[in-house]
């Protein structure tokens, strides 16, 4: 069992305590073990919170009660400072969504987010990235595919440009020939009326 996280008294540390029952094969209740982990320096729970996704994204945990639990910013630690509303798919995660999709963050920044819950607590893990870093591959392939049919449709009008011009050599040659059959000028039409 993992306990909320909560700030120790004589340091002020973020921590979460974590138990688990311990019995004997037939059931037997022998103990409970149980450990204190900082929020901070804890391998883990550090790894999770110094994650980053790209270059601007990063990981974030928080609760049902809006609490961010870990956060990549020290100052929002145990924090709730997203109020509902402001951030519709933090409140959409909150209200049970799992899964990926655009939405703007509480500080007003377009991200593409993941949401997914932590078995066994109310925790709900969000990682997340600015939309314009993770579309970046995407708009580039898109500019590349445009380069390549720019470049396809000026090879298709030159090479039809030089098959009309090929085939109108032979119009030409027609056109001399029968230039050279002309009336000549002495000739007199007569008129029958």
Excluded at 9 to 27: C, M, R
Excluded at 125 to 146: G, I
Aim: charged residues 15%; contains cysteine.
């Amino acid at each position: 069992m993992i306990s909320q996280p909560y700030r120790l008294e004589h340091n002020g540390e973020e921590v979460i305590a974590i138990t688990a029952y311990i019995s004997s094969p037939d059931g037997t209740p022998l103990g409970v073990v149980g450990c204190v982990s900082s929020i901070r320096k804890d391998g883990l729970l550090r790894e999770i919170r110094n994650r980053t996704i790209g270059t601007h994204g990063y990981t974030y945990v928080f609760d049902h009660s809006r609490l961010l639990i870990l956060h990549p910013d020290d100052n929002r630690m145990l924090s709730r400072d997203v109020p509902k509303g402001v951030n519709t798919m933090f409140d959409a995660a909150i209200a049970g969504f799992v899964g990926t999709t655009e939405t703007v963050n509480s500080k007003n920044v377009r991200m593409l987010a993941a949401f997914r819950p932590v078995a066994g607590t109310d925790w709900i893990v969000c990682c997340q990235v600015p939309s314009n870093e993770a579309f970046a591959p995407l708009w580039a392939s898109q500019k590349l595919f445009s380069l390549f049919v720019l470049c396809g449709g000026v090879v298709a009008a030159l090479l039809g440009l030089f098959l009309v011009h090929r085939s109108m050599r032979g119009l030409t040659m027609l056109e001399t020939a029968t230039a050279g059959l002309a009336i000549p000028e002495n000739f007199m039409m007569l008129t029958i009326s």
